[in-house]
């Protein structure tokens, strides 16, 4: 069975960090590039930053460049979201996932069930 978990969400002040987590169980995460997602209150999922399967470099949005680190340890199966700088538009659900394709097309095979991250002014 395939499951996406992600933890790490939770509140924090403007200017805070937190990191997330991403655990990956019944498939391989090497296998894809992967990714994080948001999705605010009445807007749209859109995705922040994406990662190789093997070495092949990252990609970050431009609104999330220099604050948000995207990371993976492909032994524990498992990939991480650093976010440093935390901005009050910052607020939404956070998902991971593992892409369809390459980085940075977003398209997604699977999806996790996201973490609520709150930034307070």
């Known amino acids: 069975q395939v499951l996406v978990l992600e933890s790490g969400g939770g509140l924090v002040q403007a200017g805070g960090s937190l990191r997330l987590s991403c655990a990956a169980s019944?498939?391989?995460?090497?296998?894809?590039?992967v990714g994080w997602f948001r999705q605010a209150p009445g807007k749209e999922r859109e995705g922040l930053s994406c990662?190789?399967?093997?070495?092949?470099?990252?990609h970050y949005v431009t609104f999330v460049k220099g604050r948000f680190t995207i990371s993976r340890d492909n032994a524990k199966n498992m990939m991480y979201l650093q976010m440093n700088n935390l901005k009050p538009e910052d607020t939404a659900v956070y998902f991971c996932?593992?892409?369809?394709?390459?980085?940075?097309?977003?398209?997604?095979?699977?999806w996790g069930q996201g973490t609520q991250v709150t930034v307070s002014s």
């Open positions: 019944g498939f391989r995460l090497d296998e894809y590039d």
């Open positions: 990662m190789g399967n093997s070495d092949r470099g990252t």
């Open positions: 996932a593992a892409l369809t394709y390459t980085c940075p097309v977003w398209d997604v095979n699977y």
